[in-house]
């Protein structure tokens, strides 16, 4: 890789903060325009936050329709509709597979590296910068963005050396996973040169609960199971797939999906009452663990079995309808005593346990911090930026691109996806801003 050294100035026509996603996108595409470009990342090498995504197997984007990949964008879906247009899902895959990293389809329509390698990524997306001469400049931590007469004109790291740049390029992440350099610099900078910062809050993160039955559960996955999540008695979110119990709540592909609503209903909430003094509005989530049954089907079910089993105890009787570990908890949820007879369950108790697997009630209490968190929600703020261009309506050659704006999305590749997309724009609109158009 060109990772030539720095003088005290440096001059190119594109630098790019950031060597993630995003970034290096955008550095890609700028020196495939023509431009002369420097990446700089603080890191020791590219990438750092690829190598973790997908449990280090890498879900680069989702092979699905325009319309289903703006259902799962959660804030700001139209600021993305050029972005994406100019450079969507099968445009990445044919660039990685190009590349020399062949992609295979799993279920949900996400797409993984064949090798089941995330580096297999970031190293065909490092051969193709060090084609395009893109000057890549690891362990450069950034201290601010430079301005002269209203417009970017490079940066200044923090050893004191200097870039000059015709077009800067912030795509620094959010905050989400801190241990890969994501510690906010590009949200700094922002509003340092006159940008409103959306407040940032973890989003596809677990959640912790205040039900400590859910500890004793930890490591029980649930398959095809119904998730439903209420703010302040308003249902903000359903869906259907696989949770898991952890120590301290709940996780897995529903609960992050989950708390991305979550996380949004609980910043309009904060800003409707941030001057009040109120309480945070409660929050529940009701498991339906028999989705695939009716109220009255599940009900026939249970007469079913306890018709067969009317002589045993109720708490051995119950075993053929939930995992093993999952069978003290409902028994004690249910306030039926576990010695009591099958027979002398009353048709009110049976119905109030078929309520309980209908809708398992969880309290929520708060999501899980910033290090444990998939995705920033906030950042800044999209009306501040082109959504054409990339570029910032408030400091001209100044581009954002990535995590560090107010966008973000669903798990299933979604959020790489416009990682991908905002970040190969900024480098077309960054390359071409030099050249006069």
Not at 134 to 143: E, I, Y
Not at 200 to 212: K, Q
Not at 237 to 248: A, C, D
Not at 373 to 401: C, H, Q, W
Request: glycine share 10%; charged share 25%.
């Amino acid at each position: 890789m060109n990772t030539g050294s720095m003088s005290e100035k440096t001059a190119c026509d594109v630098a790019v903060i950031g060597g993630g996603a995003a970034g290096m996108m955008a550095a890609l595409q700028a020196a495939w325009a023509g431009a002369r470009v420097a990446l700089l990342e603080k890191n020791e090498k590219l990438g750092k936050k690829i190598y973790i995504t997908g449990k280090g197997r890498c879900n680069v984007t989702n092979d699905c329709s325009r319309d289903v990949f703006f259902d799962q964008v959660v804030t700001n879906p139209k600021f993305l509709y050029s972005a994406f247009e100019t450079f969507d899902n099968q445009a990445v895959m044919q660039l990685l597979e190009q590349a020399g990293c062949p992609l295979k389809t799993e279920r949900g329509n996400r797409e993984f590296p064949v090798s089941d390698q995330s580096s297999d990524v970031s190293r065909a997306l490092e051969r193709l910068l060090q084609r395009e001469g893109v000057k890549v400049h690891l362990h450069s931590s950034v201290k601010r963005v430079l301005e002269e007469d209203g417009q970017a004109v490079g940066l200044e790291l923090s050893d004191g050396k200097r870039i000059q740049a015709d077009s800067v390029i912030v795509a620094t992440g959010g905050l989400s996973y801190p241990s890969t350099g994501s510690t906010g610099d590009g949200y700094r900078w922002a509003e340092a040169t006159g940008h409103k910062v959306v407040a940032c809050t973890p989003s596809l993160v677990p959640f912790v609960t205040e039900d400590t039955w859910c500890a004793k559960l930890q490591g029980l996955a649930l398959k095809n199971v119904n998730l439903a999540l209420y703010f302040d008695g308003k249902e903000i979110y359903q869906g259907f797939g696989e949770m898991l119990f952890t120590h301290f709540g709940v996780s897995g592909p529903l609960v992050l999906s989950a708390s991305s609503y979550y996380s949004a209903q609980l910043a309009k909430w904060t800003k409707k009452n941030e001057k009040k003094k109120l309480s945070r509005p409660e929050c529940r989530i009701e498991l339906n663990l028999k989705p695939a049954l009716t109220a009255e089907q599940l009900d026939k079910r249970l007469l079913r079995e306890f018709d067969s089993q009317k002589n045993k105890n109720f708490g051995n009787a119950i075993d053929g309808l939930f995992p093993a570990r999952l069978i003290p908890v409902m028994l004690e949820l249910s306030g039926i005593e576990p010695e009591k007879k099958v027979h002398e369950i009353t048709k009110q108790e049976r119905q109030k346990f078929a309520a309980l697997i209908r809708k398992l009630p969880m309290k929520v209490e708060k999501t899980g911090e910033f290090a444990e968190a998939i995705i920033t929600r906030g950042g800044v703020y999209v009306k501040d930026v082109n959504p054409s261009t990339m570029e910032s309506k408030r400091l001209p050659g100044l581009y954002f691109a990535g995590e560090v704006l107010d966008v973000d999305a669903l798990t299933g590749g979604f959020n790489l996806q416009v990682a991908w997309s905002t970040g190969y724009l900024a480098g077309t609109s960054a390359a071409g801003s030099n050249k006069g158009e």
